[in-house]
């Protein structure tokens, strides 16, 4: 029963200043036996909670959540939130991922650290959440949050980020580790937030060995450009990961570098510079040096080689091999190549296994051997073989082709090169073969009696083969050196098969005999010397020999004369009537050769004459 003197009071809770909630009226009573209790008047509470407004900071990557009233820090629902750069039809949009860190507190005020990927993807969002925040706006929906009843749904909202809480990335962005990948040519670097691709600089990157250990081996990338068609050069999305594609001269030079990139992650080193690229806002790398490739992260180059391309010069007796990338110079081997006048050889006669060379020591995309002297000549004398390379309309047209084995040659990482067989032998590139434009030079001669007795046989040494079928042996002349001289007419000619610069004459006895006449012509090594005419002889490239002349005639070489020229001088005779029989004999009759001999020449009469 209530009375005046009862102590009846009202007290009226409320929420953050809002309207009441719950009406609680309190009576003090008596302690009467069997009174019946009031009724309770109590109302639940059925308003959703409201995102009044909220703050991102880009840096830190913390969303401070304003709710209209107190909520269930474990009802926060992250991925119920979503970011997106306008309030109605947005361009860019991010829905949040649930692995955000939300504070330990119920509260009306809830923070939410965003994961990284969150973080990144916003800032990789060129028009999102940029430099004054006019573009962030946060949607929620219903299941984001929960009052304290555990009942109640926060209502969906589109807001704006609040006017003085926005703040932008002003944190450099860190360097966080690299691989690098020989065997596909890839630069892979790792940051602690998004960079802008556009912003990178690969020619601030340096590769390099230890640079706390002596003899530092180092290449400095370079980008990619017209006039750098080998640069390296990166196709990533903006990221957290770059990607940079190295360009195969930056990749070249690193091959070339022996003890960089080899084996081990232990053999690369980075240094980067505050230019090599800037985040999201255009705050720049901060720099790092000496920095070692991540452990694992290194893919040593197993890459096979290719040849891709020959040239010859016949002149300097040169080849020249492209490959797909840097070769050991010193593991070049001449011997392993075959030169053949089409991909699929016919036999001998259409191909030359080079016999030696002389190798270039520098190490590089294109090697280089010269082949031997013998090379050239029997390359020479098979005029199928090597002559030409003509290119029309982009196309040519060769008898030069080159095939290997893998034992030819190595790059780098000791990787042996693809071999060529035959049937797939390559041909020369494109203007790729100079021509032997040179003309043979005579380089000495003998003049000799191999029997002590005629004939004679001139041997003519030339600088290189020569066409025997060619031979005029009438621009030849036999010399005193003092201005008399003795034309050739007739010899007979070969060509020594081992050594094809080397032609044998036999002079014709008509020849002999001229030269005996003109007195003292080839007698001794001080009177016989040389001189040929260009109509003499030509070379397998029709190039007539160079001439040597007249007024500086050519001596015979050293030891090579064994010519007695002296007229065989008759000493006394015998003459039988009755057996017909004349009997001449000379002065040296082992200098005569008996077969030319001409009775028709002698005479007899009836006394001296002089």
Known sequence: MESEDNSVFERHLAVRGGPPRIGLRVIKVEAVSRM????????????????ENFDLNMATGVLTLSFSETVLRDRIQVNELRIQNSATAPGQTRPLLALADVQADDSHIITVTLDDADLNEIKRLDQTCTVDGGDCFLVSTINAAKDMTDVNQVDTVVLAVSSSGYAEDTIDPQFLSFDLDMHNGLLTIVFDETVDAAELNVDAIELHTDKTQPNVQSVTLTKLSALAPGGSASSSADSTTIIITLGDDDLDELKKDTSLAVATASSVFLTATDETIKDMNGQSLVGVANTPCRTGGFTPDLV???????????????????????MKATDLVATEFVLQNAAQSSGDNSLRMIASGVKS??????LSFVFSEVD???????????????TVNSVTTTDCYIRLTENAAKDMDGNKVFAKLDGAAIPLLSNGFVADNQSPVLQGFDWEMPTGKPPIK????????????????????????????????TAVASQQPLNPRILELTVHVDDLASVREAGGVGSTPALTWLSIAPGAITDHANKPVQEIFASNPLQVNDGGHSVDVTPPKVTKFDLDLDTGYLTVYYEDASSIDASTVDPSKFTITSERTN
Do not use: W
């Open 304 to 326: 096979r080689p290719t040849l891709e391309g020959f040239e010859m010069d016949m002149n300097s007796r040169t080849i020249t091999l492209t490959f797909s990338e840097t």
């Open 361 to 366: 020591q520098t190490d590089g995309p294109v």
């Open 36 to 51: 019946p209790c009031p009724t309770l008047n109590y109302k639940p509470d059925t308003v959703s909670p409201v995102i």
């Open 458 to 489: 001139l041997t003519l040494t030339f600088s290189e083969t020569v066409l025997l079928s060619s031979l005029s042996v009438n621009f030849i002349f036999i010399r005193d050196g003092q201005g008399t001289a003795v034309q050739l007419s």
């Open 376 to 390: 050239a000549d029997f390359l020479k004398i098979k005029t199928g073989l090597c002559t030409h390379a003509t």
